[in-house]
């Protein structure tokens, strides 16, 4: 059983249904998350036969690191192995410079929550190998584990932009999320994690009534229908105005501001004509935007604008008061865009294996 995956009221039922006392939750609970044990031997003020019990019945890290690019002081990827033995990926960014000249100890991790994905976002490396399956609550805040144990650094925020649409897993991601704000879980505040979602309209209508103030991000990356329908197969189910329909209904109920994640594309959605409709969908929903120049993918022929195309779309929308951010170089180097060190990996395996 994935210990990781379950509630403190769960672990208490199962503790029970082992014949140890309930309040062991708490106990145990503490050691995983509070002091991060890394197996149960070393949680000491437990019964020596409990602990016996607990490794039989449970597993307390569901993935292994297989790779790490990057460095220290810029965004680093991580390749994990899960247990049945498919592949995910997490990537550690740091905060940019501050206006001091030293770089801030922020740090963002930006999880996976399916391994592949099945909504084939024509730029996305995620889905060219396929969707595989749903991650479990527990893979999910294993990554945070995992890294913040392997770099001995802090994470203040999270955002689900990794593989996969966190929607298309919404059990599990509000699992955990409930896991990640727990005071007896990770104990992040809702404010510190965002959601990002390609448009699952039902599912951001849901997500408005969830009690969590999580923040929500959308991949718009097209600001009309016929963009979108060319790189975003989801938007023939949801198109572009049933998607702001739904976000309007959940920037009202939850009052809060939403982003709309934008990544430029050369000659396809980096005109002066998107940017200005990018800025009246904005207008209406009080968002904020995040352009992303494009990462480029092997096997796709994308490729991502000039600075100067880059830097007149910012001008746009900044002309219009539309609060925006033209993101830095962030992993380029080093394939972080979604699926890419998976499928570089995979590649490199099968060329072992043929050679």
């Not at 249904?17 to 995983?32: I, T």
């Not at 016996?52 to 680093?76: H, I, M, Y």
Request: glycine fraction near 6%; hydrophobic fraction near 40%.
């Amino acid at each position: 059983m994935d210990l990781l995956s379950l509630t403190l009221d769960e672990v208490g039922s199962a503790l029970e249904a082992l014949g140890e006392p309930r309040y062991r939750a708490r106990q145990l609970c503490s050691w995983v998350y509070a002091r991060r044990a890394v197996d149960f031997e070393a949680m000491l003020n437990l019964p020596a036969a409990l602990r016996s019990k607990l490794a039989q019945e449970f597993s307390l890290r569901p993935l292994e690191k297989v790779t790490v690019t990057g460095s220290k002081d810029t965004t680093r990827k991580f390749l994990f192995q899960l247990e049945d033995g498919q592949r995910i990926e997490t990537v550690l960014i740091p905060a940019s410079m501050g206006l001091d000249g030293e770089r801030s100890k922020r740090r963002t991790l930006c999880v996976s929550s399916q391994v592949g994905c099945a909504y084939g976002c024509r730029f996305c490396a995620s889905g060219l190998d396929g969707w595989k399956r749903n991650l479990s609550a527990g893979e999910i805040v294993a990554q945070l584990l995992a890294v913040e144990e392997l770099t001995g650094e802090k994470i203040q925020n999270i955002v689900f932009m990794g593989m996969g649409e966190p929607f298309a897993n919404y059990e599990n991601l509000l699992r955990a999320l409930a896991i990640l704000n727990a005071p007896w879980g990770i104990g992040l505040g809702a404010r510190h994690m965002t959601v990002s979602t390609s448009g699952l309209v039902p599912r951001i209508r849901d997500f408005a009534d969830q009690p969590l103030q999580v923040r929500l991000a959308i991949s718009l990356h097209g600001a009309s229908d016929e963009v979108r329908d060319q790189i975003m197969p989801v938007n023939r189910r949801y198109p572009l105005e049933e998607l702001l329909d739904a976000c309007l209904h959940y920037s009202t109920k939850k009052k809060q501001y939403l982003t709309f994640e934008y990544i430029l594309i050369r000659d396809v959605n980096d005109s002066e004509e998107q940017a200005r409709a990018l800025a009246s969908h904005a207008q209406r929903l009080q968002a904020k935007v995040n352009l992303i120049p494009y990462n480029t993918v092997t096997g796709l022929d994308w490729e991502r604008p000039t600075e100067a195309v880059q830097k007149r779309f910012l001008r746009i929308m900044q002309d219009r008061n539309i609060p925006t951010t033209l993101r830095r170089e962030k992993g380029h180097d080093i394939a972080a865009a979604c699926g890419q060190l998976r499928l570089a990996q995979a590649a490199n395996s099968d060329g072992m294996a043929s050679s």
